[in-house]
C-alpha cells in the first residue's frame, strides 16, 4: 500500500490564487522530504529539500518566496504555491524515505502527485 | 547539464519478449542507482535498485545491469508483458545522507499483445 500521501491529486485554481499542497508519511517517521516538479514529456525537477524543523534547500532557479515549504512536523510537508501563474501548471510530486531505514539503500517514495492548472 | 541520460524517449517491444531500457549518468559520485515506473498522473513506484559495489541485481522479470567503467546501466524485462507499458525512469544519487535522486527524461515502453 501507499506509504506517501500526496493531496489535492488535482487542482484548479485562477491565476493570482494559492495553492497549498499536502505530503505524509503514512506509518513511519521522515525528518526529510523532497518536492519534485515535471512538465510533461520532461524529467522530474527536484524543487526542494524539507526538513523538520529548520528551512528548506532550495535548488538553483526555484523562488522560494514562491514556493513556500513548511515542514512542520515528522509526517507533514506542505508546499504552497503562492500567487499562481499559468506558467507555474505542472505536476508537483513528494518523495520521502523512512527516517528508521538507512538512506543510502533504501529507495525514496513517492506520492501520487498533484496536478496543478492555473488558468 | 544532464547528469542522468535516458536517451530513448520511446520503446516498443512484443509481449513475451525482452524490453531493455539503457540510461547513462556523468557524475562519478553516484554509486546507487534505482529505476522507477511512472503511469501518467501518479507518483513513481520503485522498481529495482543497485549500489555501485555489484554489476547485477535480479528481482523476478526484472534484472539491472551495471558497468560503471562506462557509467551505464539498463533494466532488463523478461519477458515483457502487456501492464509493463509505462515510463520508466532512471535515477541515481552519491552516498550521502538524506540526499534526493536525480532522474532521466524517462523512456516510454510500449509492450503490444
Known amino acids: 500500500g501507499a506509504v506517501v500521501s500526496q493531496h489535492p491529486s488535482w487542482v484548479i485554481c485562477k491565476s493570482g490564487t494559492s495553492v497549498k499542497i499536502e505530503c505524509r508519511s503514512l506509518d513511519f517517521q521522515a525528518t526529510t522530504m523532497f518536492w519534485y516538479r515535471q512538465f510533461p514529456k520532461q524529467s522530474l525537477m527536484l524543487m526542494a529539500t524539507?526538513?523538520?524543523?529548520?528551512?528548506?534547500?532550495?535548488e538553483q532557479g526555484v523562488e522560494k518566496d514562491k514556493f513556500l515549504i513548511n515542514h512542520a512536523s515528522l509526517t507533514l510537508s506542505t508546499l504552497t504555491v503562492t500567487s499562481a501563474h499559468p506558467e507555474d501548471s505542472s505536476f508537483y510530486i513528494c518523495s520521502t524515505f523512512s527516517d528508521e531505514i538507512s538512506s543510502y539503500n533504501s529507495p525514496l517514495h513517492f506520492g501520487n502527485g498533484t496536478r496543478l492548472t492555473v488558468t | 547539464d544532464q547528469q542522468v541520460k535516458q536517451n530513448s524517449p520511446s520503446l516498443s517491444v512484443q509481449e513475451g519478449r525482452i524490453s531493455i531500457l539503457n540510461c547513462d549518468y556523468t557524475n562519478s559520485m553516484f554509486d546507487y542507482f534505482l529505476w522507477y515506473k511512472k503511469y501518467p498522473a501518479e507518483g513513481p513506484t520503485f522498481l529495482i535498485s543497485i549500489s555501485s559495489i555489484k554489476d547485477k541485481n535480479e528481482d523476478g522479470r526484472f534484472t539491472v545491469f551495471l558497468n560503471k567503467s562506462a557509467k551505464h546501466l539498463s533494466l532488463h524485462i523478461v519477458p515483457s508483458q502487456p501492464g509493463d507499458s509505462a515510463v520508466y525512469f532512471c535515477?541515481?544519487?552519491?552516498?550521502?545522507?538524506?540526499?534526493?535522486?536525480?532522474f532521466g527524461k524517462g523512456t516510454r515502453l510500449s509492450v503490444i499483445a
Open positions: 535515477a541515481a544519487r552519491g552516498y550521502s545522507g538524506n540526499t534526493p535522486l536525480v
Open positions: 524539507s526538513n523538520e524543523g529548520s528551512k528548506a534547500t532550495y
